[in-house]
Nanobody
Framework: QVQLVESGGGSVQAGGSLRLPCAVS????????MAWLRQAPGKERERVAR????????FYADSVKGRFTISRDAAKNTLYLQINILKPENTAMYYC?????????????????????WGQGTQVTISS
C-alpha cells in the first residue's frame, strides 16, 4: 500500500552533480522519519542523510557533509537527495526509506528499525 521509488541515478563524471528523487505513494504520517542510504559492493549499508518531517531537521554522515543535501517536497510527496562534487567513492546503490503510517517521534529516526518502507534503489556510478 505504501511504495517508495527512487530514480535519477546513472553514470556521471567526477565533479558533476545528481539529484535523486524518491516518490512516495500511499499514506505515511506527516510527523515521520525519511532517509537516504547507500551500499557499495562488498561494503556495509551506510546511512547517508535523514530528515524528520515534523520540523524539517536533518542529519548527515560526516563523509557527505557539505556536498549532499536531503530535502522534501510535501506537495509532491517526494524526497530528494542532491549530490554535488561527485567523487568515485560515491559510487553505490542509493536507497530511500520512510518510517511509518503512524506518528513517529524524532528521536527514533536514528534507528534503522524505525523505517518500515524501502525503495528498490537507484545505481549511481561515478567515473574519473
Amino acid at each position: 500500500q505504501v511504495q517508495l521509488v527512487e530514480s535519477g541515478g546513472g553514470s556521471v563524471q567526477a565533479g558533476g552533480s545528481l539529484r535523486l528523487p524518491c516518490a512516495v505513494s500511499g499514506y505515511i504520517s506527516s510527523s515521520n522519519c525519511m532517509a537516504w542510504l547507500r551500499q557499495a559492493p562488498g561494503k556495509e549499508r551506510e546511512r547517508v542523510a535523514r530528515i524528520y518531517t515534523g520540523d524539517g531537521s536533518t542529519f548527515y554522515a560526516d563523509s557527505v557533509k557539505g556536498r549532499f543535501t536531503i530535502s522534501r517536497d510535501a506537495a509532491k510527496n517526494t524526497l530528494y537527495l542532491q549530490i554535488n562534487i561527485l567523487k568515485p567513492e560515491n559510487t553505490a546503490m542509493y536507497y530511500c526509506a520512510a518510517g511509518s503510517r503512524r506518528q513517529v517521534w524524532s528521536w527514533r529516526c536514528e534507528r534503522l528499525d524505525t523505517y518500515a518502507y524501502w525503495g528498490q534503489g537507484t545505481q549511481v556510478t561515478i567515473s574519473s
